[in-house]
C-alpha cells in the first residue's frame, strides 16, 4: 500500500479515503464563504495602524462617497452594541476580551476600527482605503524586554493555576553530578490557515444564520448571542467545511457580532472575508515564549533534577497562557521538580490556541536541553530517553494508562538508520553539504470531553448520523462514518454523516485532539443503543431485524460524559462550554499519547543553508481509527514543525508593535521542496483506559519535537546549538 | 470602487502617448502592480494595457551574435528556450529560481525590471516610506531591516530590487531599449535603475510614458556560456526572494580566467556590478583564494543598514561560491532547485 495509506496494524482501522475527499478537489464542497444569500452587502474591515491610545476622529467623507457604500460603522454609532464578551479562558466563549468598535480605545496594533458596507467588496475595499482616522498615539510596547512590558506570576493571573514541583530541586541541582543551565526561545507564530477568516450573516426576523468556519459551532452559536444580548435559540452556525484552522477558530472572534450588527442595522445578510494580513490581527496567534531550563544528572544519565521556567506574551487585557510544564514536568523520571510560568503583558492582541498550544514551545525547550545534556553526558541522545523512560509521572507518581515512547525511538530509529550516526558533531559530510542527524521525543496529552450524537437507520440499509462536530480537515467525517459502518454492519458510503451545524445534537470543540476520542465514543454508543433495541443481532442479521418490527426508521440520540469529564459538564455543553479532560489533569492516572522523531538536516558548509532531506516520525497513539487520515494528521504536523525550525515566524516592528510580514510571500511556511523525503510509522498500542473504544488524539502529536529534532541535527552537522527559532542562516555564520 | 481608466492600444505610438498622462500605469501580466493596487499602495488612475502591443513577446537571435528579448516574453519561456538557456545558462538559472511556476508564466521581462521593491514596510500604507510617500521618512531604518540593502542605501531608503533576472543580466552588460515620445533609446541595464539618494520615490530612469520595449544581450554576452552560473540563496527551498544572490560568468582559458563578470542580488537598489571584483580575477587562476580576494574586492563598500550585517558575509560567500561553480562549468542542465542538496536528487522536478 502507498505511504499514504499506511496497511493497518494491529488495533488500527483501514485507510478509507476521505468520505468528502471527491467534494473538496472537485471544487464542490462548499466552505463558509461559498454559501450564497441573497442581496448581500460585502463588508472591508479597517484596522488600526496603532498599537496603543485613543482614536480622536474619523474622517470619513472620502469613504461616504464612495459609489456603492451603503454603511460605515465606527464606535461612534456603534457603541454600546456589542456587549461585554468574557475571555474564553475566564469561563466565557470570547478569545479576547478586547471590544472593538465600542470605543475610541486601541489596544493593539491592526484592531477592528471600522467596518465599511458596500454593494460589491471592492467599493467596499476602496472606501476602507480612504477612511482617515486621526488617533493620539502612546509608545506601544511590543514584546519580552520592551518598556512597559509588566510581568505576572501565572499563579496570580489565574487562581486555578498551579506549578507543578516536586522533592527538592535546588539541592539536587546544585549537587548534580552533570547540569545543564540554558535559555530557549520561540518566536510569534500565526496559524495561516489557507482560509481565511470569513463571515457571513444573514437575518430572518429575530432568526440569524452565521456561515462561518468554526471549530466549535455551539460556541460561537453561544458566544454571539452573549455579544449581541439574544436567545442562543435564534442563532444558527453553520459550518459545514473548514479550511484549516489549527485553533484560530476554535473562540468567538470580535468580528462575528460586527458582522451580524451591521447586516441587522441594513436588513440585508453582509458578507466579511477578511484580508491575509488583517488575519494576523482580529484572530489569535502563537505568543513568542521564553524558556529556561536547568537539569541535573548522574554519571549515568539518570535525571536528578528538572526546572522549567517559562515566559509568554499575552495581550493587556487577558491573562492567555499555554503553561507547557504541566508536561515537561512530567515526561521523564526525575525527582526533583520545579517549575513556573510568567506572563507577560504588551500591547497586543490577544493570543490563542495553535496546534498544541502548550506543547511545541515547551518540548522544543526541554527536548534541546535533553540533546544537550545527552553531548555533556557522552551519550546517546536516545540512550538519555530510554534511562529517563517511566510508567509513572515524577510529579505525583500517577501511573501512565500506557506509553510507548521507546518503541517508537526504536522503531523510527531503525528505519533512519540512526545506529550509523557518528556522534562527533561536524563529523559527517557529503561534499560541500554537512549533514546532521538529531532527534526528540513528541507527546500529546490524551484529551476526552462530553459529546452527543443521533444515529438513524433505514430499512433500505441506510445510516445517517448527525453530531456538531467538526472537520478542519483531520478527516472526522470519514472517522464516524467508518464508526457508523462498522457498528451497523454497513457498506460506509451507505452512511451520510452530518456536521459543522448549531442544529445537531451537541459535540464539543475541535481542539485538544479529542473529537475523535469524544466523538467516535458516542456515535458507537447510539449505533450500540440501535442494535440493543433491534435485540443486538449480528451485523448480517441487523436488517432483518428492523424490517421485522416494521418500522420506516430507527433513531437513537446518545449522551456521553465517560472517562474524566465531571457528569455537570454535559448540560454544559449544550450551552457551547466545553470540559475537557485528560492528560495530566486526571486524579488517578495520566494520558499521553507518544512519538519519537529523527530528522536529518544538510547545511551548506560554506553558506550555511540549512535544508531539511528526510525525516523519520514513528508515533504510537492507541487505536488509529483510519491509517490514511492519521498517516496525514502526523505527516502534516511534522512538516509543520520543520517550518517552526527553520521558516515560521512573525516579525514586529518593535517600535510600533506591529507585524511586518504579515503576507504569504514573506511570512514563509514551507513549500513542497522543503519537504523532501518524509517517514511517519505508526505504533501499534492498546490504552483500555483512556476511553472504550480505546483512541488517543493525534492531530497535535506530529508538531511536538520536531523543531527540536531539527535544532539538534543542526548543532551535530555544526556544533553549533542555537536555541533561538527560528535558526536561520544569519546564527550559523557568524 | 476605486475607479480608474483602462486602455488597451494597438500600438507601440499610442501606447506611448496614453502613458505620458500623469497617473498613467502599463499593465504587463500584473502579478505586482495589481497586487499594489489592491493593496492600496499604487492608485493608477489610467491602466495602459500593453499586452497585445504587437511585436513585444518576440525573442530575437540578431544576427552579430546577440539577442533581443521582447518587453513581453514570458519568464518561463526565456528560461525554456532551449537556445537562449545554452547559449545564457545563468539567466535561465535566475529566471527558474525566481517567484513560482504560476507566477514566471505570467511575469514578463519589462515587468520584472520594473517590479517593485519588497520592502514591508513599502506595502504597508500605515508606516513612513519615501518610495511611497516621499519626504515621509523611512520606517524600515531602525525596524525589521533584515533583508534590506548593504550596498548603495542612502538614509532616505534602505531598500532593495528583488529581481533576479537581472543580476545575471547587468553582468552579462545588457541594454535597455526604451521608446518614448521623443522615440528610442537604450539605456545599459547597469545604469537603469537608480539608487535612491534623495529620490528613492524614483526606482529607474523610465520618464513618464517610456516603454521598455526590449532588453538586449551584446554578441559578448554568449562567451561565457561554458563557465556562468547563478546562485540564490534564500530562507527556503524554493519560492522566496534571495536574502543574497550572485550571477558569476568566466571566460576561462588554459585554466585561466580570461575575463570574469559578476553581479550581485538583494543587495542593492539596484541589480549591483561588482567591477572591482572582476578586476581581481583577470588573468588568475580560479583557486580558492583568488575567489576570496574577489569577493572581498565585490564587498569593499558594503556597511549594513540595520541588522543585516550578516548579508555582507554571507554575500562574500556566495560570491566565491557562485564563482566556484561557474569556474566548474556550466552544468549539462539546469538544476530543478539551484544551489539546493536536492538538485541532485533524481527525477527532483520539484520546483515549487
Ligand atoms: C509571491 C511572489 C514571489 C515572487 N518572487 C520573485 C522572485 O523570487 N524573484 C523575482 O525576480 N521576482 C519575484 N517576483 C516578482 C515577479 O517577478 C514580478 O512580479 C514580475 O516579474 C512582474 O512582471 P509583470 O509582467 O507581472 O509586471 P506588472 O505587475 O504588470 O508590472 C510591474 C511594473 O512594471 C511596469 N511595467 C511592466 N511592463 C513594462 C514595460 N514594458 N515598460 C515599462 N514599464 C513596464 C508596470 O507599470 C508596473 O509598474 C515575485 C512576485 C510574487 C507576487
Ligand atoms: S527602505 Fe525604502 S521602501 Fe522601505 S520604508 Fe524605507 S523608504 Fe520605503
Known amino acids: 500500500m502507498s505511504a499514504a495509506a499506511p496497511e493497518p496494524k494491529a488495533n488500527m482501522g483501514p485507510p478509507e479515503p476521505r468520505i468528502d475527499g471527491r ?56 457603541h454600546g452594541d456589542v456587549k461585554q464578551p468574557k475571555f474564553f479562558a ?49 509608545t506601544p510596547t511590543a514584546t519580552f524586554d520592551d518598556a512597559g512590558a509588566s510581568t505576572q506570576l501565572a499563579k496570580e493571573a489565574r487562581k486555578t493555576h498551579e506549578d507543578p514541583e516536586v522533592g527538592n530541586f535546588d539541592e539536587a541541582f546544585r549537587t548534580a553530578e552533570v547540569k545543564l543551565d540554558e535559555w530557549y526561545s520561540t518566536p510569534t507564530q500565526h496559524h495561516n490557515a489557507m482560509e481565511l477568516f470569513a463571515t457571513t450573516c444573514a437575518w430572518a426576523g429575530p432568526q440569524l444564520t452565521i456561515y462561518e468556519p468554526s471549530q466549535f459551532v455551539y460556541g460561537l452559536q453561544n458566544g454571539v448571542a452573549e455579544q449581541l444580548g439574544i436567545d442562543p435559540e435564534h442563532i444558527r452556525v453553520v459550518s459545514t467545511f473548514i479550511g484549516g484552522a489549527f485553533g484560530s477558530k476554535g473562540s468567538t472572534t470580535p468580528r462575528t457580532a460586527l458582522v451580524a450588527i451591521a447586516a441587522r442595522r441594513l436588513g440585508r445578510p453582509v458578507k466579511l472575508v477578511a484580508t491575509r494580513d488583517q488575519g494576523f490581527t482580529i484572530a489569535t496567534y502563537r505568543a513568542e515564549t521564553r524558556h529556561h531550563l536547568r537539569l541535573g544528572a548522574a554519571r549515568d544519565g539518570k535525571l536528578v533534577a528538572l526546572s522549567h521556567e517559562g515566559w509568554e506574551v499575552t495581550s493587556r ?6 503553561s507547557g510544564t504541566d508536561t515537561t514536568s512530567r515526561m521523564y523520571a ?48 536516545v540512550e538519555l530517553r530510554r534511562t529517563n523512560d517511566t510508567m509513572k509521572e515524577p510529579i505525583k507518581g500517577l501511573p501512565y494508562t500506557s506509553r510507548s515512547l521507546m518503541q517508537c525511538f526504536e522503531e523510527a530509529s531503525r528505519t533512519f538508520g540512526w545506529s550509523k550516526r557518528n556522534p562527533q558533531p561536524g563529523s559527517m559530510r557529503d561534499g560541500d553539504w554537512l549533514i546532521g542527524w538529531g532527534c526528540a521525543t513528541a507527546c500529546y496529552p490524551t484529551h476526552i470531553a462530553p459529546a452527543t450524537a443521533r444515529v438513524r437507520l433505514t430499512p433500505d440499509g441506510e445510516a445517517r448520523v448527525e453530531t456538531a462536530a467538526h472537520d478542519i480537515g483531520t478527516g472526522t467525517y470519514t472517522v464516524i462514518g467508518q464508526v457508523v459502518a462498522e457498528k451497523l454492519g454497513l457498506p460506509l458510503e451507505k452512511v451520510a454523516v452530518l456536521l459543522g451545524d448549531s442544529q445537531l445534537p451537541p459535540a464539543p470543540v475541535s481542539g485538544g485532539s479529542n473529537v475523535t476520542a469524544s466523538v467516535c465514543t458516542v456515535v458507537a454508543k447510539a449505533c450500540d443503543a440501535i442494535r440493543s433495541r433491534l435485540g443486538n443481532p449480528n451485523a448480517a442479521e441487523l436488517m432483518d431485524a428492523l424490517k421485522r418490527q416494521g418500522a420506516g426508521a430507527i433513531e437513537e440520540y446518545a449522551e456521553n460524559v465517560s472517562n474524566g469529564p465531571p457528569p455537570e459538564s454535559l448540560p454544559l455543553l449544550y450551552k457551547g462550554a466545553v470540559k475537557m479532560a485528560g492528560g495530566a489533569t486526571l486524579k488517578d492516572r495520566i494520558q499521553y499519547a507518544f512519538g ?17 532531506p528526510r525525516a523519520v516520525g514513528a508515533f504510537a497513539a492507541g487505536r488509529i481509527m483510519n491509517t490514511r487520515t492519521a498517516h496525514s494528521q502526523l505527516m502534516g504536523g511534522m512538516v509543520w514543525g520543520i517550518a517552526s525550525a527553520l521558516h515560521e515566524a512573525t516579525e514586529i516592528d518593535r517600535r510600533a508593535a506591529r507585524y511586518v510580514n504579515d503576507n504569504f510571500a514573506d511570512y514563509l511556511v514551507p513549500v513542497n521542496a522543503d519537504v523532501n523525503q518524509l517517514d511517519v510509522i505508526l505504533v501499534s498500542e492498546e490504552d483500555t483506559k483512556v476511553n472504550p473504544l480505546g483512541i488517543k488524539g493525534l492531530g497535535e502529536l506530529g508538531n511536538v519535537g520536531t523543531a527540536a529534532a531539527v535544532a539538534n541535527a543542526v548543532f551535530h552537522a555544526t556544533g553549533r546549538r542555537v536555541r533561538d527559532l527560528p535558526i536561520r542562516i544569519d546564527a550559523l555564520l557568524a | 470602487m476605486n475607479t480608474f481608466e483602462y486602455l488597451r492600444p494597438a500600438t507601440i505610438a499610442e501606447a506611448v502617448a496614453a502613458a505620458a498622462e500623469p497617473g498613467a500605469a502599463y499593465l504587463a501580466a500584473g502579478t505586482n502592480l495589481v497586487d499594489l493596487m489592491k493593496g492600496g499602495i499604487s492608485h493608477p488612475t489610467r491602466l495602459v494595457d500593453i499586452n497585445r502591443l504587437p511585436g513585444l513577446d518576440r525573442l530575437e537571435h540578431l544576427p552579430d551574435g546577440g539577442v533581443r528579448i521582447g518587453a513581453l516574453v514570458r519568464n518561463a519561456d526565456l528560461a525554456h528556450d532551449p537556445v537562449f538557456a545554452r547559449r545564457f545558462p545563468a539567466i535561465a538559472e535566475a529566471l527558474l529560481s525566481g ?135 534564500r530562507d527556503r527551498t524554493s519560492y522566496a526572494f534571495a536574502v543574497v544572490s550572485a550571477a558569476a560568468a568566466l571566460e576561462v582559458d588554459g585554466g585561466r580566467i580570461a575575463e570574469a563578470r559578476l553581479a550581485l542580488g538583494g543587495v542593492a537598489a539596484r541589480p549591483w556590478r561588482a567591477r572591482a571584483a572582476e578586476k581581481v580575477l583577470a588573468g588568475t587562476r580560479p583557486e580558492a583564494a583568488t575567489l576570496r580576494r574577489a569577493a572581498e574586492a565585490a564587498l569593499a563598500q558594503a556597511r549594513p543598514s540595520g541588522e543585516n550585517a550578516f548579508k555582507i558575509e554571507l554575500a562574500r560567500r556566495i560570491v566565491a561560491r557562485a564563482l566556484a561553480l561557474a569556474a566548474a562549468g556550466t552544468p549539462e542542465r539546469v538544476p530543478a532547485l539551484p544551489a539546493s542538496p536536492f538538485a541532485s536528487v533524481a527525477g527532483a522536478a520539484v520546483h515549487a
Not at chain 1, 341 to 364: C, K, L, Q, W
Open chain 1, 23 to 78: 467534494l473538496k478537489v472537485t471544487g464542490q464542497a462548499r466552505y463558509p464563504a461559498d454559501v450564497p444569500v441573497s442581496n448581500p452587502l460585502y463588508a472591508y474591515l479597517v484596522t488600526s495602524a496603532i498599537a496603543r491610545g485613543r482614536i480622536t476622529s474619523f474622517d470619513l467623507g472620502a469613504a461616504r462617497g464612495v459609489p456603492g457604500v451603503a454603511d460605515i460603522l465606527t464606535h461612534e454609532n456603534t
Open chain 1, 334 to 381: 526525575v525527582p526533583n521538580v520545579a517549575t513556573n510560568v510568567s506572563i507577560v503583558h504588551a500591547d497586543r492582541n490577544t493570543p490563542g490556541f495553535m496546534r498544541s498550544p502548550p506543547e511545541t514551545p515547551y518540548m522544543y525547550a526541554l527536548e534541546s536541553a535533553m540533546d544537550e545534556l545527552a553531548v555533556k553526558l557522552a551519550m546517546d541522545p
Open chain 1, 90 to 138: 475566564d469561563g466565557g466563549y470570547a478569545s479576547t476580551s478586547i471590544r472593538p468598535l465600542d470605543s475610541a480605545q486601541i489596544w493593539h496594533d491592526g484592531q477592528i476600527i471600522a467596518l465599511v458596507l458596500a454593494e460589491t467588496y471592492e467599493a467596499a475595499r476602496e472606501a476602507a482605503h480612504r477612511v482617515k482616522v486621526n488617533y493620539v498615539e502612546e
Open chain 2, 99 to 233: 517567484a513560482s511556476a504560476q507566477l514566471r508564466n505570467a511575469a514578463t521581462v519589462g515587468g520584472n525590471l520594473m517590479q517593485r521593491t519588497r520592502c514591508a514596510y513599502f506595502y504597508d500604507v500605515a508606516s513612513a516610506c519615501n518610495k511611497r510617500a516621499p519626504g515621509a521618512g523611512c520606517d524600515a531604518r531602525g525596524g525589521e531591516n533584515r533583508l534590506h540593502a548593504v550596498l548603495g542605501w542612502s538614509e532616505s531608503c534602505i531598500a532593495t530590487h528583488p529581481s533576479d533576472f537581472c543580476v545575471p543580466l547587468v553582468a552579462l552588460d545588457a541594454v535597455v531599449e526604451i521608446e518614448g515620445r521623443a522615440g528610442r533609446r537604450e539605456v545599459a541595464l547597469e545604469s537603469f535603475h537608480q539608487l535612491p539618494g534623495n529620490t528613492p520615490e524614483r526606482d529607474s530612469v523610465l520618464g513618464p510614458g517610456e516603454l521598455i520595449v526590449a532588453v538586449r544581450l551584446p554578441p559578448a554576452a554568449a562567451k561565457f556560456a561554458a563557465h556562468a552560473r547563478y546562485l540564490k540563496v
Open chain 1, 317 to 322: 487585557p487577558d491573562a492567555y497562557m499555554v
Open chain 1, 596 to 612: 519519537a522523531e529523527f530528522v536529518e538536516v544538510r547545511v551548506h558548509a560554506l553558506t550555511r543553508e540549512i535544508r531539511v
